[in-house]
């Protein structure tokens, strides 16, 4: 990496080819040519970018002259009325009109200050008079058409002047705004990377937690960044690429910062998106020009984030794009014409690697996929201790706690957690952040912020809080439900008014057919309370049939789990990534079997949801209870909850 003094000296050099002995080669021609005691300084003395010439000290210049030519050539006139005028020819003053569209000019012949000239004397407006022109014959006077006296100097301003300083305003502009900046219509070819220096990622190791695994998987490209001799030596080749596969969140890229942190090497940073154009050929250009500059500065590690932008697979493309594949072709070229001794290690990082191209992920390019998964147990709590270094923690805080209740979470939302926390804490006048502070930043995570101030009548105040606590009841009961944690009727988000906060005890990766029943038993409690305490339902429960709805079908079609298709898949599901669906699931069955799944989904629902309320029915008095409790504080803590149902938390 070049210093900020190498800079400063390289553009000396180049400007003004300075000698070692400290002086210009100009000075030095001079003051080698005569006795050194003959050589005198200049009286006027330009230092290096005092003075710089500008095409617009050029136009001012051209404007001033013509301005002082137009000025110094105007004759004198006294502006009159028209009727003073034709007075002034009637009684002989003037001897000569010139007419011009706007005005009529008098003029006077054989001034006697300076004879041989003329002398426009008088200037009127012209009113429409049709005697006028008689007039003038009548007195013998002599009329012509006046020629206007600013039409040259306006036709050049007009015509070259303006113009010439719009093309160069015009042309400034775009190469500033434009082609200056790397991506413009001057520099198409030029790749957007952002270079950081050697040490200046700001990041290592030790600021990442929750990935061990990728973590170890990455050591080995620090090590031969740092030592590449003992692989080479050995006839070992380091991978050329490491893909970095996540959800989004995860910590991909601070990853790739760590490396680059960890290995003191330059790192070049930039999106997929900043390849693709309009005009096809430039994205491969930009890559041509990325590679170059990073051979010259290896070893050194290019980061490519959201690589799916260009990356995509071209099969089953109808159409293509040009652009995308030329780019997508360039790179493949770039990275497979790699030396192992290059030193130039390839970093890619997307949350969608089933969309790539077969041939990015051979061996020899991306031939190492890291899977940055989401933290477990373990890996929450170090983020959040990490988060929470720079934070004023109170004495009460349990980031155990806090990690326990924020499963599925990914490193950007337990950074979120912390910082919301500590907003909180301000806007309560606190200069520490509680433990209440953290977990109220889980709930608004999780169900958005609190709305106090929103009213509620009467009658749908009562319904929610029933819903909620038939939500609550049927979790406490069902064997494998996650526990309750809070109920609430305050109001949250968008349309939530109420919920129910349950968190699993540990990170669960599998569930049984008995375990996906009850989650819809959960689901279906708020509509049973509803209708055995008002003996209807309301709208409210919309979001809960629709998920218990889904989880029924999933049961029938994805799971195997149904007795007519049993260990059977009826739909072919789109291409995924850590459960994240890309695309919509494909139907792969008969127009009876869609009957079939349809009428045991219905089944399902309906034996669930009668359970269900033979439960609650069972189990009123206790519901009335806890809601009456309820509706007296909004707010029921887990503990609460269990003492009162009569269980053990």
């Known amino acids: ?369 890291v899977v940055v998964d989401k933290p477990d147990l373990t890996g929450r709590e170090a983020i959040l201790r990490i988060h929470s270094s720079e934070v004023k923690m109170g004495g009460n805080v349990d980031l155990h706690e806090i990690a326990k209740a924020t499963p599925g979470f990914v490193g950007a939302d337990l950074a979120n957690i912390i910082n919301e926390s500590a907003l909180l804490a301000v806007r309560a006048g606190r200069s520490e952040v509680k433990q209440e502070d953290l977990e109220e930043a889980i709930e608004k995570t999780m169900a958005g912020l609190q709305k106090k101030n929103r009213v509620i009548n009467k009658k749908e105040r009562n319904i929610v809080a029933y819903h909620e606590t038939g939500h609550a009841i049927t979790a406490a009961y069902t064997e494998g439900a996650d526990p309750v944690q809070k109920i609430s009727i305050i109001p949250r988000g968008i349309g939530a008014l109420g919920y129910t906060l349950q968190t699993p005890t540990e990170d669960r990766f599998l569930m049984t057919k008995q375990e996906l029943l009850g989650k819809i038993d959960v689901l279906l409690g708020g509509r049973a309370a509803e209708e055995i305490i008002f003996e209807e339902v309301s709208t409210g429960a919309s979001n809960d049939i629709t998920r218990a709805t889904d989880i029924a079908r999933s049961l029938i079609t994805e799971y195997g789990m149904s007795d007519k298709f049993e260990n059977m898949a009826l739909t072919k599901r789109s291409a995924s990534f850590l459960g994240q669906e890309s695309g919509m699931n494909q139907k792969e069955y008969a127009e009876t079997t869609q009957q079939y799944i349809d009428e045991e989904v219905a089944n399902i629902i309906r034996e669930r949801y009668k359970k269900v309320i033979g439960l609650l029915k069972e189990k009123r008095e206790t519901l009335e209870s806890i809601t009456s409790k309820l509706l007296e504080q909004e707010t029921i803590s887990s503990k609460e909850f269990f003492d009162l149902a009569g269980l053990s938390a």
């Not at 990377?193 to 050697?198: I, K, R």
């Not at 041509?288 to 980061?303: G, S």
């Open 1 to 369: 990496m070049t210093s900020q003094d190498d800079m400063e000296k390289d553009d000396l050099n180049l400007a003004g080819k300075k000698k070692d002995d400290g002086c210009w080669d100009d000075d030095c021609k001079k003051q080698t040519s005569g006795p050194s005691n003959n050589h005198q300084e200049p009286i006027f003395k330009f230092n290096k970018g005092q003075f710089k010439f500008s095409i617009w000290y050029f136009i001012a210049a051209v404007i001033i002259i013509m301005l002082i030519n137009s000025f110094v050539n105007t004759n004198a006139y006294e502006t009159v009325s028209f009727s003073t005028f034709k007075e002034l020819i009637s009684n002989g003053t003037i001897t000569e009109v010139q007419i011009g569209n706007d005005y009529y000019l008098g003029v006077i012949n054989g001034n006697s200050e300076m004879p041989g000239t003329q002398y426009t004397i008088y200037r009127t407006v012209p009113v429409d008079d049709v005697n006028f022109v008689p007039m003038l014959d009548s007195m013998g006077v002599k009329y012509s058409a006046a020629s206007e006296r600013s039409s040259n100097i306006i036709s050049m301003l007009l015509g070259w002047v303006i113009p010439f300083a719009l093309i160069i305003v015009v042309w400034r502009f775009m190469f500033n705004k434009m082609g200056g900046s790397g991506s413009g219509v001057m520099n198409f070819g030029k790749n957007n990377a952002q270079l950081v220096a050697e040490g200046d990622t700001g990041t290592t190791f030790e600021d990442v937690a929750g990935a061990d695994e990728a973590k170890e998987e990455l050591v080995e490209v620090v090590d031969f960044l740092k030592n590449p001799k003992k692989y080479l030596d050995i006839g070992g080749k380091i991978p050329k690429g490491v893909l970095l596969v996540g959800s989004p969140g995860t910590g991909k890229t601070l990853l790739a910062r760590a490396v680059a942190g960890d290995a003191g090497v330059p790192f070049f940073r930039l999106s997929g998106a900043d390849f693709v154009e309009m005009f096809v050929g430039v994205g491969a250009a930009r890559v041509r020009d990325l590679f170059k500059q990073a051979r010259e500065k290896a070893p050194c590690i290019v980061f490519i984030d959201e690589l799916d932008a260009i990356g995509k697979s071209r099969l089953n493309v109808a159409g293509g794009n040009d652009e995308r594949e030329q780019t997508l072709n360039q790179l493949l070229v770039e990275m497979d014409g790699f030396s192992a001794k290059s030193g130039v290690i390839i970093l890619g990082a997307t949350n969608r690697p089933e969309v790539l191209d077969a041939a990015l992920l051979r061996p020899g390019r991306f031939d190492r996929q």
